[in-house]
């Protein structure tokens, strides 16, 4: 099964990576080799189904009424044991062929129908990206298909390949034991030995027949085909990877004759360790049997929480009272609580709910679903999940088996939420098909217990990670690939950036995420490109340069992206000069489009990520732009220019996309440079964006901290490649349009040619079916993808919900952040597709149509005021402060490149840091105490109050902290007490402050105020990925706007006031 290097597949050219695609392995080649023959175009590298492998994927059904029966034979082949931490692939739904789509409501506009059957795709490239719903094919040049790589595994009995992720405090990798011989001796009868149940044989009785397997491709995660724009069927291989994994059970299992749950979801387990070892006791060629055992298998003792349980549970929580008390707005004026607002709590059954998923990484807008589509129109609430799928966490379960357990008709991975009907089989919560439990899956290797499946860390974590077989690649797991690609323009040496750039990626080299493989590349461009040869041998660094900018080529190919640790010496030489090679150049043009075309033809062979850093307007080459920025039109809610002026860097991106290269964009510019148009570029390829406004090392140092803090952060924090996620929900729901960066590849499956852990996402729902009979419904997100140590992973996310059928439970359950984000995401494509006016009348729409229908279908009793529930108390006032955002405000501070950074941010933040942006928290800190304060690592943190964002909240003898997410400001009142502006700011009184008292980090000094101050704010910034500038203003201080604009309760020369703003929303909802 392996080569006898280790390397477990057979490489045409050892050592290079060449720009062939892997052809389908023949069919007797064994799962887990790989043979390279000749390149491929499109249509047959979309019927290519991956190396070794064995597919079998049915459709997915979550969305699509009745579970589709799978066709064809079902070859099991034993994937190599998995091993390490993995992302989430999620699946969406959409539409069933001929169905009618949800009725939009006031959020759900611009929803194209999409009249295509589930897990199809009209063209490879055929969907926008940012934006789930459909939208017209794109024509695009270059080769879409993924192209071969390279993967060094560990051999069978070598040592184990380690997760660079796993935090401390959690258990290290599983080591998977050597093969042993086919058949040995029968074991002796006795208790289960020690490791894991036996494994069958590796190996498929017979060649599987070729016509078989590519029958079962289509099959494997929903209908894989599709009719392309010839009219000729094109197989979709993302499609059949991420619905991959070892069939479950050998024979189709009857559907379930009801839907009605026997058992509602999971109960009460053990905790876990956060990884097991699971090895094979015996020969891994013999079925473990309950004959083995003398007493006979153990009988299944599964705790029933019966519906009549979950039922009676739902009404007796104290949640329930508080959740609808009626809350008049306009005089209860201090609503805001004085601690961080935290997700409700869905109202399950408690042993349900401790097994569901963290809030911080998967949430919904409602925690209590509407039974019906009708029921959710009435409310007048957004319906939708907001998911921060690659977080970093601490504790991270890490399963590695010789089995990943699924669903066979929705392909769902067995969670806390199944039911085990017995010893033997399980319900999936999805689409309620009853499935065999594997003999395998019957052996806990945590207790070493033989017949408890229902314990197993699988159904005890709603979050977990996979390591995946070899079924879930295209090809071999790609090299980490690093290409940094430099504006050396006469404006770019002029801000300084360079030398800042290239000293914190000197001082962060030995971090980037990698191993042996790693390889790195540079470009740097002006009216030219220039091309670094870092072969080895060289003594120095050899610069070539490309004058031909219209037709770009790469010179000298396969010296340009070296190996990191072999060429370090050249690569740091190369760091060190850089800075100084242009500091005399006068070339003031910029041939942005050029250069990236470049370095996507670099990279396209391997993948990887292109970081490109930009100073000004691109003004020669393809994807040149001019300037679009009128100042004095910037007042005019008709923002004629959020939309790109090009769709160049948009088809260069879905170019990358397909080759899985992602793009990230730094843009430092104190000019117009038309974000619009370059934020396309990430936007599409699943990259990031970073804007520095006014970047210049001199006359704005503060800026040079703030990019070497968060290009540490970018160059160091984990990074998964060659992903696609897919989001699951209980049939009867389905998702209809998705919020973030990446590619939409049919219709459902988001590609992610890299994924970060600081990448949020959200996606919009509708009831498409009555869930009638149901108690509760689950959702899962699963994200595939390669970790920077060459592992394929899996990591997924679970969330069940209650349903409900009356409206007043349906506000009991309303999240009210989750909502914001939700509406701020739709808000963003409504500026863009339409106008920015209209997206602000939606937003406010949106508070008057839930409130009045609260109003006039839940309260018995008409009050006068305005009324909300208790769980929608802050709904006006986060509407209100994201109308104040500067995505969303009117008026002429608002430059155009700062707008649409804004909505990038919110289109890719997570929600945490979405609200904060959006609604920033106040506090008062020149009278800090240690009561209530936190204890984190013998530092002790403060926990002030929070305060309403009034100036009526100052007082002139106080200093306030303003968290703003991305900026803090410190107040410091005209009476503020001497000994605070002495001990913490270091200065005798309040005339010594300067007037631009600008500083990355207070002055260091050893007295208690200092350190309680310093403590609380350098707590603060470390729960975020980029890093705060803290701005300390006084009255007279030219900031003092930028820190009353953020006061979101009191009226400025473009917006209302909150109290205004509510008598707005009364006038209308009394109508």
Same mark, same amino acid.
């Given at each position: 099964?392996?080569?006898?290097?280790?390397?477990?597949?057979?490489?045409?050219?050892?050592?290079?990576?060449?720009?062939?695609?892997?052809?389908?392995?023949?069919?007797?080649?064994?799962?887990?080799?790989?043979?390279?023959?000749?390149?491929?175009?499109?249509?047959?590298?979309?019927?290519?189904?991956?190396?070794?492998?064995?597919?079998?994927?049915?459709?997915?059904?979550?969305?699509? !009424?009745? *579970?589709?029966?799978?066709?064809?034979? @079902?070859?099991?082949?034993?994937? +190599?044991?998995? /091993?390490? $931490? %993995? #992302? &989430?692939?999620?699946?969406?739904?959409?539409?069933?062929?001929?169905?009618?789509?949800?009725?939009?409501?006031?959020?759900?506009?611009?929803?194209?129908?999409?009249?295509?059957?589930?897990?199809?795709?009209?063209?490879?490239?055929?969907?926008?990206?940012?934006?789930?719903?459909?939208?017209?094919?794109?024509?695009?040049?270059?080769?879409?298909?993924?192209?071969?790589?390279?993967?060094?595994?560990?051999?069978?009995?070598?040592?184990?390949?380690?997760?660079?992720?796993?935090?401390?405090?959690?258990?290290?990798?599983?080591?998977?034991?050597?093969?042993?011989?086919?058949?040995?001796?029968?074991?002796?009868?006795?208790?289960?030995?020690? !490791?894991? *149940?036996?494994?069958?044989?590796?190996? @498929?009785?017979?060649?599987?027949? +070729?016509?078989? /397997?590519? $029958? %079962? #491709? &289509?099959?494997?995660?929903?209908?894989?085909?599709?009719?392309?724009?010839?009219?000729?069927?094109?197989?979709?291989?993302?499609?059949?990877?991420?619905?991959?994994?070892?069939?479950?059970?050998?024979?189709?299992?009857?559907?379930?004759?009801?839907?009605?749950?026997?058992?509602?979801?999971?109960?009460?387990?053990?905790?876990?360790?956060?990884?097991?070892?699971?090895?094979?006791?015996?020969?891994?060629?013999?079925?473990?049997?309950?004959?083995?055992?003398?007493?006979?298998?153990?009988?299944?003792?599964?705790?029933?929480?019966?519906?009549?349980?979950?039922?009676?549970?739902?009404?007796?929580?104290?949640?329930?009272?508080?959740?609808?008390?009626?809350?008049?707005?306009?005089?209860?004026?201090?609503?805001?609580?004085?601690?961080?607002?935290?997700?409700?709590?869905?109202?399950?059954?408690?042993?349900?709910?401790?097994?569901?998923?963290?809030?911080?990484?998967?949430?919904?807008?409602?925690?209590?679903?509407?039974?019906?589509?009708?029921?959710?129109?009435?409310?007048?609430?957004?319906?939708?999940?907001?998911?921060?799928?690659?977080?970093?966490?601490?504790?991270?379960?890490?399963?590695?088996?010789?089995?990943?357990?699924?669903?066979?008709?929705?392909?769902?991975?067995?969670?806390?939420?199944?039911?085990?009907?017995?010893?033997?089989?399980?319900?999936?919560?999805?689409?309620?098909?009853?499935?065999?439990?594997?003999?395998?899956?019957?052996?806990?290797?945590?207790?070493?217990?033989?017949?408890?499946?229902?314990?197993?860390?699988?159904?005890?974590?709603?979050?977990?990670?996979?390591?995946?077989?070899?079924?879930?690649?295209?090809?071999?797991?790609?090299?980490?690939?690093?290409?940094?690609?430099?504006?050396?323009?006469?404006?770019?040496?002029?801000?300084?950036?360079?030398?800042?750039?290239?000293?914190?990626?000197?001082?962060?080299?030995?971090?980037?995420?990698?191993?042996?493989?790693?390889?790195?590349?540079?470009?740097?461009?002006?009216?030219?490109?220039?091309?670094?040869?870092?072969?080895?041998?060289?003594?120095?660094?050899?610069?070539?340069?490309?004058?031909?900018?219209?037709?770009?080529?790469?010179?000298?190919?396969?010296?340009?992206?070296?190996?990191?640790?072999?060429?370090?010496?050249?690569?740091?030489?190369?760091?060190?000069?850089?800075?100084?090679?242009?500091?005399?150049?006068?070339?003031?043009?910029?041939?942005?489009?050029?250069?990236?075309?470049?370095?996507?033809?670099?990279?396209?062979?391997?993948?990887?990520?292109?970081?490109?850093?930009?100073?000004?307007?691109?003004?020669?080459?393809?994807?040149?732009?001019?300037?679009?920025?009128?100042?004095?039109?910037?007042?005019?809610?008709?923002?004629?220019?959020?939309?790109?002026?090009?769709?160049?860097?948009?088809?260069?991106?879905?170019?990358?996309?397909?080759?899985?290269?992602?793009?990230?964009?730094?843009?430092?510019?104190?000019?117009?440079?038309?974000?619009?148009?370059?934020?396309?570029?990430?936007?599409?390829?699943?990259?990031?964006?970073?804007?520095?406004?006014?970047?210049?090392?001199?006359?704005?140092?503060?800026?040079?901290?703030?990019?070497?803090?968060?290009?540490?952060?970018?160059?160091?924090?984990?990074?998964?490649?060659?992903?696609?996620?897919?989001?699951?929900?209980?049939?009867?729901?389905?998702?209809?349009?998705?919020?973030?960066?990446?590619?939409?590849?049919?219709?459902?499956?988001?590609?992610?040619?890299?994924?970060?852990?600081?990448?949020?996402?959200?996606?919009?729902?509708?009831?498409?079916?009555?869930?009638?009979?149901?108690?509760?419904?689950?959702?899962?997100?699963?994200?595939?993808?390669?970790?920077?140590?060459?592992?394929?992973?899996?990591?997924?996310?679970?969330?069940?919900?209650?349903?409900?059928?009356?409206?007043?439970?349906?506000?009991?359950?309303?999240?009210?952040?989750?909502?914001?984000?939700?509406?701020?995401?739709?808000?963003?494509?409504?500026?863009?597709?339409?106008?920015?006016?209209?997206?602000?009348?939606?937003?406010?729409?949106?508070?008057?149509?839930?409130?009045?229908?609260?109003?006039?279908?839940?309260?018995?009793?008409?009050?006068?005021?305005?009324?909300?529930?208790?769980?929608?108390?802050?709904?006006?006032?986060?509407?209100?402060?994201?109308?104040?955002?500067?995505?969303?405000?009117?008026?002429?501070?608002?430059?155009?490149?700062?707008?649409?950074?804004?909505?990038?941010?919110?289109?890719?933040?997570?929600?945490?840091?979405?609200?904060?942006?959006?609604?920033?928290?106040?506090?008062?800190?020149?009278?800090?105490?240690?009561?209530?304060?936190?204890?984190?690592?013998?530092?002790?943190?403060?926990?002030?109050?929070?305060?309403?964002?009034?100036?009526?909240?100052?007082?002139?003898?106080?200093?306030?902290?303003?968290?703003?997410?991305?900026?803090?400001?410190?107040?410091?009142?005209?009476?503020?007490?001497?000994?605070?502006?002495?001990?913490?700011?270091?200065?005798?009184?309040?005339?010594?402050?300067?007037?631009?008292?600008?500083?990355?980090?207070?002055?260091?000094?050893?007295?208690?105020?200092?350190?309680?101050?310093?403590?609380?704010?350098?707590?603060?910034?470390?729960?975020?990925?980029?890093?705060?500038?803290?701005?300390?203003?006084?009255?007279?201080?030219?900031?003092?706007?930028?820190?009353?604009?953020?006061?979101?309760?009191?009226?400025?020369?473009?917006?209302?006031?909150?109290?205004?703003?509510?008598?707005?929303?009364?006038?209308?909802?009394?109508?």
């Amino acid at each position: 099964m392996h080569s006898p290097d280790g390397q477990g597949y057979s490489p045409s050219a050892p050592g290079s990576y060449s720009h062939q695609a892997p052809a389908k392995a023949p069919p007797h080649q064994s799962a887990g080799q790989y043979n390279y023959s000749g390149s491929q175009n499109v249509s047959q590298l979309n019927n290519y189904q991956g190396p070794g492998q064995t597919l079998n994927r049915p459709p997915v059904s979550a969305f699509s !009424g009745s *579970p589709v029966q799978q066709t064809g034979p @079902v070859p099991q082949v034993l994937p +190599p044991p998995a /091993l390490q $931490n %993995s #992302a &989430a692939i999620s699946s969406a739904g959409s539409f069933p062929p001929g169905a009618n789509p949800p009725v939009l409501s006031n959020w759900q506009y611009g929803q194209t129908p999409v009249s295509q059957p589930v897990g199809s795709q009209t063209s490879h490239l055929a969907h926008g990206a940012g934006t789930g719903s459909a939208q017209p094919p794109s024509s695009l040049s270059g080769n879409t298909n993924p192209p071969g790589s390279y993967q060094y595994a560990a051999s069978p009995g070598g040592p184990p390949l380690h997760n660079s992720y796993m935090k401390p405090g959690s258990a290290p990798p599983p080591v998977t034991q050597p093969l042993t011989p086919l058949h040995p001796p029968r074991p002796p009868l006795g208790p289960p030995p020690v !490791g894991g *149940p036996p494994r069958p044989p590796t190996a @498929v009785a017979g060649p599987p027949n +070729p016509q078989s /397997l590519l $029958n %079962s #491709a &289509a099959n494997r995660e929903g209908d894989a085909t599709s009719a392309a724009s010839d009219g000729s069927v094109v197989q979709n291989s993302y499609d059949a990877i991420e619905g991959g994994g070892l069939m479950a059970t050998p024979h189709p299992s009857p559907a379930a004759p009801n839907l009605k749950m026997s058992r509602s979801v999971g109960y009460s387990y053990p905790a876990l360790p956060p990884g097991y070892q699971h090895s094979s006791p015996g020969a891994p060629g013999i079925h473990a049997s309950p004959l083995q055992y003398p007493d006979g298998a153990k009988h299944f003792h599964q705790p029933a929480l019966g519906t009549n349980h979950l039922t009676a549970s739902m009404g007796g929580l104290s949640l329930q009272q508080e959740g609808l008390r009626p809350v008049n707005l306009l005089q209860e004026r201090n609503i805001l609580p004085t601690t961080l607002l935290k997700a409700p709590v869905p109202n399950l059954h408690e042993d349900i709910q401790k097994l569901n998923c963290n809030p911080e990484l998967f949430r919904c807008t409602l925690t209590n679903i509407p039974q019906t589509q009708a029921l959710l129109n009435k409310a007048k609430l957004p319906l939708g999940l907001l998911l921060h799928p690659f977080k970093d966490l601490s504790q991270l379960p890490v399963v590695t088996s010789s089995i990943i357990v699924r669903c066979r008709s929705c392909r769902t991975y067995i969670n806390p939420f199944v039911s085990f009907l017995d010893q033997r089989r399980w319900k999936c919560n999805l689409c309620y098909r009853v499935n065999d439990v594997p003999e395998e899956f019957l052996y806990n290797p945590v207790t070493r217990v033989y017949g408890e499946p229902h314990k197993r860390p699988e159904v005890q974590n709603a979050t977990i990670e996979f390591m995946a077989p070899s079924e879930y690649m295209l090809r071999p797991p790609q090299p980490p690939v690093y290409l940094f690609v430099f504006d050396v323009s006469h404006n770019a040496i002029e801000t300084g950036y360079l030398s800042t750039v290239c000293q914190t990626l000197l001082d962060n080299l030995d971090l980037l995420p990698g191993n042996t493989r790693t390889k790195i590349g540079f470009i740097t461009f002006d009216s030219t490109i220039h091309f670094y040869s870092l072969q080895e041998g060289l003594s120095q660094p050899q610069m070539l340069i490309v004058s031909d900018i219209e037709d770009v080529f790469i010179p000298m190919p396969e010296n340009l992206l070296v190996n990191l640790n072999e060429n370090k010496e050249l690569i740091q030489d190369l760091l060190k000069t850089l800075p100084q090679m242009f500091t005399k150049s006068l070339e003031t043009q910029s041939a942005l489009g050029p250069a990236l075309q470049a370095a996507f033809k670099l990279m396209s062979p391997t993948g990887g990520r292109i970081t490109v850093f930009q100073t000004q307007l691109p003004s020669v080459g393809m994807g040149a732009l001019k300037s679009r920025e009128e100042p004095n039109q910037r007042a005019t809610a008709k923002d004629i220019h959020l939309t790109p002026s090009t769709d160049f860097y948009k088809k260069l991106a879905l170019d990358c996309s397909g080759q899985q290269v992602a793009v990230d964009l730094f843009l430092l510019s104190g000019q117009y440079s038309d974000l619009a148009s370059l934020g396309c570029i990430s936007r599409y390829s699943a990259g990031s964006v970073y804007y520095y406004q006014s970047y210049h090392h001199k006359h704005n140092p503060v800026q040079v901290e703030k990019l070497q803090k968060e290009l540490k952060r970018y160059l160091t924090r984990k990074i998964g490649f060659e992903a696609v996620m897919r989001i699951r929900c209980t049939k009867g729901l389905s998702i209809h349009t998705f919020h973030g960066n990446f590619f939409v590849r049919s219709t459902d499956l988001l590609s992610l040619p890299n994924v970060n852990p600081d990448a949020g996402y959200a996606v919009q729902m509708s009831v498409e079916e009555s869930l009638t009979d149901m108690q509760v419904v689950s959702f899962q997100s699963a994200l595939l993808y390669t970790s920077s140590k060459g592992e394929r992973r899996i990591r997924v996310h679970t969330m069940c919900l209650p349903v409900v059928t009356t409206l007043s439970d349906v506000y009991l359950g309303a999240d009210v952040q989750a909502i914001t984000g939700l509406l701020a995401n739709m808000a963003v494509d409504r500026s863009v597709s339409a106008t920015l006016s209209d997206a602000r009348d939606a937003l406010v729409n949106a508070v008057i149509d839930s409130l009045s229908a609260y109003r006039s279908s839940v309260l018995s009793i008409q009050q006068p005021g305005l009324t909300a529930p208790h769980s929608l108390r802050l709904f006006p006032l986060y509407i209100l402060a994201l109308l104040k955002q500067k995505a969303f405000q009117t008026g002429t501070n608002t430059r155009l490149d700062e707008r649409i950074f804004t909505m990038c941010q919110v289109k890719n933040q997570p929600l945490i840091y979405l609200m904060l942006m959006t609604h920033p928290s106040l506090y008062r800190v020149d009278n800090l105490t240690d009561e209530g304060a936190l204890n984190i690592n013998d530092r002790t943190i403060p926990q002030p109050p929070l305060l309403q964002l009034s100036v009526e909240k100052l007082s002139r003898d106080g200093a306030y902290l303003m968290d703003a997410g991305s900026v803090m400001f410190l107040w410091i009142g005209k009476t503020c007490g001497q000994s605070f502006i002495n001990q913490v700011l270091g200065v005798p009184n309040y005339g010594s402050i300067p007037q631009n008292m600008v500083c990355t980090h207070l002055p260091e000094l050893e007295t208690a105020e200092s350190i309680r101050t310093r403590a609380f704010i350098s707590w603060l910034r470390e729960q975020r990925p980029f890093f705060p500038i803290l701005y300390i203003i006084k009255d007279e201080s030219p900031l003092k706007s930028s820190f009353l604009q953020n006061m979101i309760e009191d009226r400025t020369e473009s917006a209302l006031s909150y109290y205004e703003f509510l008598l707005h929303i009364q006038q209308q909802v009394n109508k």
